[in-house]
């Protein structure tokens, strides 16, 4: 079955901190594996997509990472912000299946 | 500016009466799909649609039905028979291979609250 699993649950840290969520997924054949934001109440919108092939990609203050051998990726969030409050959403897809897997989320909640 | 409009925003529905929520697109997308979201798990699928007069179950259909009569428009009907429907709802549109590349464009949610 495809899991996707992601820690911690949530997480508080002060402006202007960095801070990694993780992502370890099951998921396989893998085909990629996307970051999305959510803001309470909002619909999610996609940060980065990570393929099989990539390392790391940037996207502003927003590192993810992945390890293909391993099933894990990581996203790295730089300087934070205030507006970095908010659900990170980890979505794995899969070659043979047309659904996609998502993570429960990572809460981050940026504090003044 | 192209979107995914979901409507209504918040809905309160008593015991036993069929609700629909609005879902419409304007960015030529293909398919469409319908997430459910519950508090500390990920979205789960409801219904997708690759096509027009087309569409699939998806994880959790039962309790719920759409109709894809339009290339822009997909609603969901939360029928009496879902057991337990006070959840946050999401529809979503790709350009047709968004299961593959994971590429999904979501409208902002519908809050569902059974009274």
């Known amino acids: 079955k495809n899991q996707v699993e992601q820690s911690p649950q949530s997480l508080i840290i002060l402006e202007g901190k960095n801070c990694t969520l993780q992502?370890?997924?099951?998921?396989?054949?893998?085909?990629?594996l996307r970051w999305y934001k959510q803001d309470t109440g909002r619909g999610p919108v996609s940060l980065t997509i990570?393929?099989?092939?990539?390392n790391t990609k940037s996207n502003g203050r927003y590192t993810a990472t992945l390890d293909a051998d391993t099933k894990q990726s990581s996203l790295h969030i730089t300087a934070s912000q205030l507006s970095d409050s908010a659900s990170y959403i980890c979505?794995?897809?899969?070659?043979?299946?047309?659904?996609?897997?998502f993570g429960a989320g990572t809460t981050v909640t940026v504090r003044a | 500016d192209g979107g995914i409009t979901q409507s209504p925003k918040y809905l309160f529905r008593k015991e036993g009466q069929n609700v629909t929520l609005s879902c419409e697109q304007n960015?030529?997308?293909?398919?469409m799909y319908w997430y459910r979201q519950d508090p500390g798990q990920g979205l789960r699928l409801i219904y997708y649609?690759?096509?027009?007069?087309?569409?699939q179950k998806g994880d959790i259909a039962e309790g719920y039905s759409v109709s894809r009569e339009k290339k822009e428009s997909f609603p969901l009907t939360v029928t009496s028979a879902q057991k337990n429907p006070t959840a946050f709802y999401l529809c979503?549109?790709?350009?047709?291979?968004?299961?593959?590349?994971?590429?999904?464009?979501f409208g902002e949610g519908s809050r569902l609250t059974v009274l």
């Open positions: 979503a549109s790709s350009r047709g291979q968004g299961m593959i590349d994971g590429e999904l464009f």
């Open positions: 992502c370890n997924y099951t998921v396989s054949p893998f085909s990629n």
């Open positions: 960015l030529n997308h293909d398919a």
């Open positions: 979505v794995v897809s899969a070659w043979d299946d047309y659904k996609l897997s």
């Open positions: 990570m393929t099989f092939s990539e």
């Open positions: 649609s690759q096509i027009v007069n087309d569409f």
